[in-house]
């Protein structure tokens, strides 16, 4: 199976934006790109699919509202940027996919929820009502008051709990990477892009790790975690770099590449 095929065979999609994806170089967040994201999401669902975002950004947003990032190490202000932005990035995504014809709706989750099984069920129900009412489900972790009992940590596990949560066909994960690659291509000219992976565990043995981006929680590692989790379901991942305009469009299409994890491996 190929990234197109996986897409074209998937009715039922959840895509994760990474907060690199979001913020411009300066830390606030790019606006351009949400609209234009919101564009292809639109054309997907005309298509026939049913989409949930899983959008990271809450933080970045929050810079964004203040003009400043101050306090870096400071938790309960890193949580008071996310209830600030919060607010502003649901506004934003709201406003990119109303242009478009589609509604939003906010859905904020925590490890716990995902645990209990009277929660998970309410979160599923509402889940596939929001998208059954053609409303784009819009989800995040629950920043603000998520201490570290109750912490997923990164929206790239978080996607995957959700596409199980949902039974979804496919998980499409976009960050500031083109894939996994077999080392670091910022310092190994000879590193090369895995573009299909059959084993995880065997991946984990031929690969080097790279670290945590700027402005996400999440690095190489999380990803892998996500896939695990999301193809032990029978749920193949796709792993891309968001960056561009019509980043969405390109992979269905053949232009982007990235790494396909196949599911049940």
Same mark, same amino acid.
């Given at each position: &199976?190929?990234?197109?095929?996986?897409?074209?065979?998937?009715?039922?999609?959840?895509? #994760?934006?990474?907060?690199?994806?979001?913020? #411009?170089?300066?830390? =606030?967040?790019? $606006? !351009?790109?949400?609209?234009?994201?919101?564009?292809?999401?639109?054309? &997907?669902? %005309?298509?026939?699919?049913?989409?949930?975002?899983?959008?990271? @950004?809450?933080?970045?947003?929050?810079?964004?509202?203040?003009? $400043? /990032?101050? *306090?870096?190490?400071? &938790?309960?202000? %890193?949580?008071?940027?996310?209830?600030? @932005?919060?607010?502003?990035?649901?506004?934003? /995504?709201?406003?990119?996919? %109303?242009?478009?014809?589609?509604?939003?709706?906010?859905?904020?989750? =925590?490890?716990?929820?995902?645990?209990?099984?009277? %929660?998970?069920?309410?979160?599923?129900?509402?889940?596939?009502?929001?998208?059954?009412?053609?409303?784009?489900?819009?989800?995040?972790?629950?920043?603000?008051?998520?201490?570290?009992?109750?912490?997923?940590?990164?929206?790239?596990?978080?996607?995957?709990?959700?596409?199980?949560? /949902?039974?979804?066909?496919?998980?499409?994960?976009?960050?500031?990477?083109?894939? +996994?690659?077999?080392?670091?291509?910022?310092?190994?000219?000879?590193?090369?892009?895995?573009?299909?992976?059959?084993?995880?565990?065997?991946? *984990?043995?031929?690969?080097? &790790?790279?670290?945590?981006? @700027?402005?996400?929680?999440?690095?190489?590692?999380? #990803?892998?975690?996500?896939?695990?989790? =999301?193809?032990?379901?029978?749920?193949?991942? +796709?792993?891309?770099?968001?960056?561009?305009?019509? !980043?969405?469009?390109?992979?269905?299409?053949?232009?982007?590449?990235? =790494?396909?994890?196949? !599911?049940?491996?």
């Amino acid at each position: &199976m190929t990234i197109v095929e996986a897409i074209a065979a998937a009715r039922k999609i959840v895509i #994760k934006i990474g907060s690199s994806t979001l913020a #411009k170089p300066d830390g =606030t967040i790019n $606006r !351009a790109f949400m609209l234009d994201f919101a564009s292809q999401c639109a054309a &997907m669902s %005309r298509a026939g699919r049913q989409l949930a975002l899983v959008s990271s @950004g809450a933080q970045v947003a929050g810079i964004s509202t203040l003009h $400043r /990032w101050a *306090r870096k190490t400071d &938790m309960n202000y %890193r949580q008071a940027l996310c209830a600030i @932005g919060q607010v502003e990035l649901m506004n934003e /995504w709201s406003g990119a996919f %109303r242009l478009c014809g589609l509604h939003t709706g906010q859905l904020l989750f =925590t490890k716990e929820d995902f645990e209990d099984g009277k %929660r998970a069920l309410n979160m599923r129900n509402t889940l596939f009502t929001l998208i059954d009412e053609g409303v784009i489900p819009v989800i995040n972790e629950n920043d603000s008051v998520a201490c570290d009992e109750i912490r997923i940590g990164d929206n790239d596990n978080l996607s995957a709990l959700t596409a199980i949560l /949902w039974n979804a066909d496919l998980l499409i994960l976009f960050s500031d990477i083109d894939g +996994i690659y077999t080392n670091n291509p910022k310092t190994d000219p000879a590193a090369r892009l895995i573009e299909t992976v059959e084993s995880i565990a065997e991946l *984990r043995e031929g690969i080097t &790790m790279g670290g945590v981006n @700027g402005f996400g929680a999440g690095g190489v590692e999380t #990803k892998i975690e996500a896939a695990e989790k =999301t193809c032990a379901y029978g749920i193949p991942v +796709i792993l891309a770099n968001g960056a561009n305009l019509a !980043a969405l469009d390109s992979l269905a299409s053949g232009r982007l590449r990235g =790494t396909l994890f196949l !599911a049940g491996k």
